[in-house]
T-cell receptor, first 113, second 111 residues
Framework: EPEVTQTPSHQVTQMGQEVILRCVPISNHLYFYWYRQILGQKVEFLVS????????KSEIFDDQFSVERPDGSNFTLKIRSTKLEDSAMYFC???????????FGPGTRLTVT | QQPVQSPQAVILREGEDAVINCSSSKALYSVHWYRQKHGEAPVFLMI?????EQKGHEKISASFNEKKQQSSLYLTASQLSYSGTYFCGTDSGGSNYKLTFGKGTLLTVNP
């Protein structure tokens, strides 16, 4: 069964450093998302991406964040200068546009020290 | 605005039933239910689209009351594997299909 994959599974970085989180969505899907979940809290929407551009972003997704789909398979989230409060689980999700089911990847746990 | 889930937590014995509710103040196009176990990704359970359709999946089913903007998840004859946090994610019909999640309901099934 096709699945969303994410790398790395865990990333530890120092405050102020740049990080890139990578995702490979399901191959025939058209809509891509990043969500985050701070430990013990709900899943929060960050950004949606369709047709090679951002279609919507939340207020969390400020100028420090960016997304790219560089090669038609990978979907990346970059945080330019990490802060302590960026520590969270980051989930990538995708869906095909026909069945409306969004499938989540296993997540990347980001720890900012 | 995030949907409101109730109850926040429920403890069951194996074989008992539970209902988890999700309500929104906004008109909804669809409601998505996920189960998340500790340290893992949310796992898709089912989706309910505008129209009040009820869906079932073995011993887990759900309903969507479009007029009340409410959905309920029904877990019957619970199993130990049902333990986890259940989230509803709502889509208000924008072209982006983004989901807004509730705070979750922690379900614990004991032997």
């Amino acid at each position: 069964e096709p699945e969303v994959t994410q790398t790395p599974s865990h990333q530890v970085t120092q405050m102020g450093q740049e990080v890139i989180l990578r995702c490979v969505p399901i191959s025939n899907h058209l809509y891509f998302y990043w969500y985050r979940q701070i430990l013990g809290q709900k899943v929060e929407f960050l950004v949606s991406f369709y047709n090679n551009e951002i279609s919507e972003k939340s207020e969390i997704f400020d100028d420090q964040f960016s997304v790219e789909r560089p090669d038609g398979s990978n979907f990346t989230l970059k945080i330019r200068s990490t802060k302590l409060e960026d520590s969270a689980m980051y989930f990538c999700a995708s869906f095909g546009g026909r069945t409306y089911e969004q499938y989540f990847g296993p997540g990347t746990r980001l720890t900012v020290t | 605005q995030q949907p409101v889930q109730s109850p926040q937590a429920v403890i069951l014995r194996e074989g008992e039933d539970a209902v988890i509710n999700c309500s929104s103040s906004k008109a909804l196009y669809s409601v998505h239910w996920y189960r998340q176990k500790h340290g893992e990704a949310p796992v898709f359970l089912m989706i309910l689209l505008k129209g009040g359709e009820q869906k079932g999946h073995e011993k887990i089913s759900a309903s969507f009351n479009e007029k009340k903007q409410q959905s309920s998840l029904y877990l019957t004859a619970s199993q130990l594997s049902y333990s986890g946090t259940y989230f509803c994610g709502t889509d208000s019909g924008g072209s982006n299909y983004k989901l807004t999640f509730g705070k979750g309901t922690l379900l614990t099934v004991n032997p």
